[in-house]
């Protein structure tokens, strides 16, 4: 029984208004919060002090200022040694749009004379010399075909014989030329470190770095038949466990959706356990709070960008 049915008609008829006024209140209200629900979202937390900075030059000052924190002022009696590992990948974290790829320094000690490294050269910031390079394994004409093959062929993903994409000649590109291709395609790019290493580490770096440019490795992203018998290797092993030089691990051997961002982060993980108990890792590391990401911006008030950063930098070219 409806207790208002038993008043008089005219109390009945107050109530009958108001009860339609808040209806039709919170019909507005839901309206409003669906609307507002389906606007893109202001990316508030994204820095813009640096935007018409190029996102090399942004990436490589922040670098240069982390390293230099952690050098210190004092003279250097030993060389030092550094990995900033990276990520890219676009809003639908794509397999053919994501890539996986590390930096690695050596500072050398004041007063002593350098041996550089076969293959890289002197370089030089402020007081201190340094050497440095980077493992991004890609197609070698990936800068010029940057149509990558993942998975080609019905059920390619779950078996990997059925993977119809072949393998390709692989190179490891060089920071500036890797950034350009995650700004070519408008990419979110992360980057964790710089992270201190050992002498060993370091060495077992270059060792990986000649043998992937040896030409006896090609490319293949999808690398779960291929890796064991050392025929081919993908972006994501390229870099990951150092003191073997194709590990496994991750589901299906490749790991699913082990790339880009996900797949830094599990070499991350590896590198904390594996490389900390090995030595190899002198700093330890918070795969969640140590990134900072760069966000591709069209201009100051885009909204709706792609953000999957708790902080980050934009970036327009």
Same mark, same amino acid.
Request: include cysteine; hydrophobic fraction near 40%.
């Given at each position: 029984?409806?207790?208002?049915?038993?008043?008089?008609?005219?109390?009945?008829?107050?109530?009958?208004?108001?009860?339609?006024?808040?209806?039709?209140?919170?019909?507005?209200?839901?309206?409003?919060?669906?609307?507002?629900?389906?606007?893109?979202?202001?990316?508030?937390?994204?820095?813009?002090?640096?935007?018409?900075?190029?996102?090399?030059?942004?990436?490589?000052?922040?670098?240069?200022?982390?390293?230099?924190? %952690? /050098? !210190?002022?004092?003279?250097?009696?030993?060389?030092?040694?550094?990995?900033?590992?990276?990520?890219? =990948? #676009?809003?639908? @974290?794509?397999?053919?749009?994501?890539?996986?790829?590390?930096?690695?320094?050596?500072?050398?000690?004041?007063?002593?004379?350098?041996?550089?490294?076969?293959?890289?050269?002197?370089?030089?910031?402020?007081?201190?010399?340094?050497?440095?390079?980077?493992?991004?394994?890609?197609?070698?004409?990936?800068?010029?075909?940057?149509?990558?093959?993942?998975?080609?062929?019905?059920?390619?993903?779950?078996?990997?014989?059925?993977?119809?994409?072949?393998?390709?000649?692989?190179?490891?590109?060089?920071?500036?030329?890797?950034? %350009? /291709? !995650?700004?070519?395609?408008?990419?979110?790019?992360?980057?964790?470190?710089?992270?201190?290493?050992? =002498? #060993?580490?370091? @060495?077992?770096?270059?060792?990986?770095?000649?043998?992937?440019?040896?030409?006896?490795?090609?490319?293949?992203?999808?690398?779960?038949?291929?890796?064991?018998?050392?025929?081919?290797?993908?972006?994501?092993?390229?870099?990951?466990?150092?003191?073997?030089?194709?590990?496994?691990?991750?589901?299906?051997?490749?790991?699913?959706?082990?790339?880009?961002?996900?797949?830094?982060?599990?070499?991350?993980?590896?590198?904390?356990?594996?490389?900390?108990?090995?030595?190899?890792?002198?700093?330890?590391?918070?795969?969640?709070?140590? /990134?900072?990401?760069?966000?591709?911006?069209?201009?100051?008030?885009?909204?709706?960008?792609?953000?999957?950063?708790?902080?980050?930098?934009?970036?327009?070219?």
């Amino acid at each position: 029984m409806n207790p208002h049915l038993d008043q008089p008609k005219s109390l009945r008829a107050p109530f009958a208004t108001a009860l339609r006024r808040i209806s039709s209140r919170s019909a507005t209200l839901i309206a409003c919060a669906l609307f507002l629900a389906l606007l893109p979202a202001v990316q508030a937390d994204v820095d813009f002090s640096s935007y018409n900075v190029p996102v090399f030059e942004q990436i490589t000052n922040r670098i240069k200022a982390k390293v230099a924190a %952690k /050098l !210190g002022d004092d003279k250097l009696k030993h060389d030092r040694y550094f990995i900033i590992p990276f990520a890219y =990948e #676009n809003k639908g @974290n794509d397999p053919e749009y994501s890539h996986s790829f590390m930096s690695v320094i050596r500072v050398f000690a004041h007063d002593s004379r350098p041996t550089v490294t076969e293959g890289l050269r002197l370089r030089r910031y402020k007081n201190w010399e340094f050497e440095a390079f980077t493992i991004s394994w890609l197609p070698n004409d990936f800068d010029k075909n940057p149509d990558l093959c993942v998975f080609d062929g019905f059920g390619a993903r779950l078996i990997a014989s059925w993977n119809k994409c072949p393998f390709s000649p692989g190179r490891s590109f060089k920071l500036d030329e890797t950034l %350009k /291709l !995650g700004t070519n395609v408008k990419n979110a790019i992360g980057i964790w470190g710089p992270y201190e290493i050992t =002498e #060993n580490a370091f @060495n077992l770096a270059v060792k990986r770095l000649h043998l992937l440019n040896g030409g006896s490795i090609k490319y293949r992203a999808d690398d779960r038949l291929c890796r064991k018998n050392r025929v081919a290797i993908n972006c994501f092993h390229a870099m990951a466990g150092l003191e073997e030089l194709y590990p496994n691990g991750g589901l299906f051997g490749t790991g699913f959706k082990m790339w880009g961002l996900n797949g830094t982060r599990r070499v991350l993980i590896e590198y904390k356990d594996r490389g900390t108990k090995m030595g190899l890792l002198l700093d330890p590391v918070d795969v969640k709070e140590d /990134l900072y990401g760069y966000v591709y911006c069209p201009s100051r008030d885009t909204h709706g960008i792609y953000d999957p950063f708790k902080h980050a930098s934009a970036y327009r070219r």
